[in-house]
C-alpha cells in the first residue's frame, strides 16, 4: 500500500492595486504558514500566478478586477474589499483573519468562497463559503446594508457515506467481503484477522474523494487464496482512507468545539505519515482541548490538523467529548509552552500571555525519563 500524502506544491501569488500596508500584512500572515508556500510574485514576473489578489475597495475597483481577470484568464482572481461585490467574482473580506486566511485561500484554490453579485433584481447572495459569507436579499430601494462578521465555515464530510462508510459497515460483520469498481477490486476486508488487501492504492484514493462512488461489495467464497494477499492491517488502512476522503474537512459529528484528547499515543511507524503528526500527538496525549483552541494554539495548517482529527477519530485512537470546552480550552492554555502558540495580532495577544512558564513545567507527564522525555519537550518547543 502506498502511504506518501501528497505535498502541497508551492503557490504562486500576485497582488493588484494593494498597498504597502495591506501587503505586508499578507506577508507576516505567510510567514507563519508551515505547510504550504505562498510566493508573493511581481507583475513583471514571467511565471504565471495560481492566484491574483485585487483590493476592490478604490473607486475603480470593479474594473481593475476585471482587468486582473482579463490579464490573467487561467488564475483565481479574487476580489478582496470590506463589503461584497457588486459583481460575481471569489470574494475575500477585510480584514483579514489569521486564523482563518489559509482556509479561505485554499477554499478559493478549488473554485470555492464564489460571491454572486446580481444588480438587476436587486438582490445579492453567492456561496462565499471561504469567508463565512451569509446571502442576503437587498431591496431594491435600500442600499446594501454592511455585512456582519462571520465564523468560519469549516466544510464537514459524513464517514457513514461514500467508500468509507461501506468500508467501516464491513468491518462489522464477520464475513470476508471485497469492494469492486467497474468489476475491478479496490479493497478486500477480512475482520476475523483484522487485515485488508488493497491491489491498487491509486483507485482506492480516487473512489475516497468521490462523496457516491458507484461501487458494489462481494462475499469472498470460502477457499479462496485471496486472503493470503492481505498487505495491510485494518488500522492502517482505515487511518489512510480517512485522510484521503477527509481532505482537509472535519469529519462529523465532531464540531469546532468538540474537546478531543489522544486515548493513546499513535503507532505513528506503522501508519501513513502526516504533516506534525507527532507534535499533534505529543500535545493531544496530554492535554484535552476544543479544535478551535487547537488551531489557535498550534501553528499548523488548518487542513493538516483536520485529516489528523478524521484519522485518529476513525481509527478509535481519539476520545471526544461535547461539553466541557471552555473549562478545557482555559487549562490548555495554562499548559502550553509560549513557543508552541500561533502568533496572534497585537490587540489579542494579552489573551494568550500566560506567565512565566518553563518548558520543563509543561514537559509531557506519565510518558518516561530519558530521551523520550526529553524528545517530547523538544516537539513541543519547536
Known amino acids: 500500500m502506498n502511504n506518501n500524502i501528497p505535498q502541497v506544491k508551492t503557490v504562486k501569488l500576485l497582488f493588484v492595486a494593494m ?19 505562498y510566493q508573493v510574485i511581481g507583475t513583471d514576473s514571467s511565471e504565471r500566478p495560481e492566484m491574483v489578489i485585487v483590493d476592490g475597495d478604490g473607486p475603480m475597483g470593479a474594473a481593475v478586477w476585471q482587468k486582473a481577470k482579463t490579464d490573467y484568464p487561467k488564475s483565481v482572481v479574487v476580489f478582496f474589499s470590506k463589503r461584497p461585490p457588486m459583481i460575481t467574482a471569489p470574494y475575500l473580506s477585510k480584514p483579514i483573519k489569521f486564523d482563518t486566511l489559509f482556509l479561505s485561500l485554499r477554499n478559493l484554490l478549488q473554485g470555492n468562497g464564489v460571491w454572486v453579485g446580481n444588480l438587476a433584481n436587486g438582490q445579492q447572495g453567492g456561496a462565499a463559503a471561504a469567508n463565512g459569507q451569509q446571502a442576503q436579499p437587498v431591496a431594491p430601494s435600500k442600499p446594501a446594508q454592511p455585512e456582519r462578521a462571520a465564523e468560519m465555515r469549516i466544510p464537514r464530510f459524513d464517514p457513514r457515506r461514500g467508500l468509507l462508510g461501506r468500508f467501516r459497515e464491513l468491518l462489522k460483520q464477520n464475513k470476508d467481503t471485497v469492494i469492486v469498481f467497474n468489476e475491478k477490486p479496490v479493497l478486500a476486508v477480512f475482520p476475523a484477522i483484522q487485515r485488508v488487501w488493497v491491489p491498487d492504492s491509486k483507485l482506492l484514493e480516487s473512489l475516497c474523494r468521490q462523496e457516491q462512488p458507484d461501487i458494489k461489495v462481494k462475499i469472498i467464497s470460502e477457499g479462496s487464496q485471496i486472503q493470503e494477499r492481505a498487505n495491510a492491517t ?142 517530547m519537550k523538544r516537539l513541543l518547543s519547536k
Open 19 to 37: 498597498d504597502e500596508r495591506q501587503q505586508a500584512m499578507f506577508k507576516m500572515a505567510f510567514k507563519m504558514h508551515s505547510t504550504t508556500t
Open 234 to 375: 485494518v488500522v492502517s488502512c482505515m487511518w489512510q482512507v480517512a485522510v484521503w476522503t477527509a481532505n482537509g474537512r472535519l469529519v462529523y459529528p465532531l464540531t469546532p468545539a468538540s474537546v478531543c484528547r489522544l486515548k493513546q499515543w499513535p503507532n505513528l511507524t506503522r501508519l501513513a505519515p502526516l504533516p506534525e503528526s507527532m507534535r499533534l500527538s505529543a500535545f493531544l496525549t496530554k492535554t484535552s482541548v476544543s479544535l478551535n483552541m487547537l488551531y489557535k494554539m498550534m501553528p499548523l495548517d488548518m487542513a493538516d490538523i483536520l485529516n489528523y482529527i478524521a484519522a485518529t477519530y476513525l481509527t478509535d485512537y481519539l476520545a471526544v467529548s461535547q461539553q466541557g470546552a471552555a473549562a478545557a480550552d482555559t487549562a490548555a492554555a495554562a499548559a502550553m509552552p509560549k513557543a508552541t502558540r500561533r502568533p496572534a495580532p497585537a490587540a489579542a495577544g494579552a489573551a494568550h500571555d500566560d506567565g512565566d512558564r518553563t518548558e520543563e513545567a509543561d514537559a509531557p507527564k506519565k510518558v518516561g525519563g530519558g530521551l523520550l522525555s526529553r524528545l
